[in-house]
């Protein structure tokens, strides 16, 4: 089911989207989980990293003790995962164009 649940909407088989509005239906802390990893999915995919704080605060708040422990470790290094990442191919090609560059 987590397969599920973290892929996209458009990207679930009917049965699929079935079975999670059952879940979902029945119990109303699956709601709250699922709807903060929607948005924290969101957020991440949309790099709107302008919204993480809002999101940190309500995965705080939910009153479910995953997604607290979650968001005080992000909140911890939020700084850091939200730079750059730094990547062999773009560096190998911002060298390769760089003015000082022995190429």
Not at 5 to 12: S, V
Not at 33 to 41: D, H, K, Q, W
């Amino acid at each position: 089911m987590a397969s599920v649940w973290l892929r996209r909407a458009t990207d679930r088989t009917e049965a699929e989207q079935r079975v999670l509005r059952q879940l979902l239906e029945l119990c109303p802390d699956t709601r709250l989980a699922f709807g903060l990893t929607e948005r924290f999915l969101q957020l991440v995919r949309e790099r709107q990293a302008n919204v993480l704080d809002v999101w940190l605060e309500d995965a705080a708040a939910a009153g479910l003790p995953e997604f607290r422990s979650f968001a005080t470790g992000l909140q911890r290094d939020k700084r850091r995962l939200w730079q750059p990442c730094p990547c062999p191919t773009a560096t190998a090609k911002q060298r390769a164009s760089s003015p000082n560059s022995n190429s």
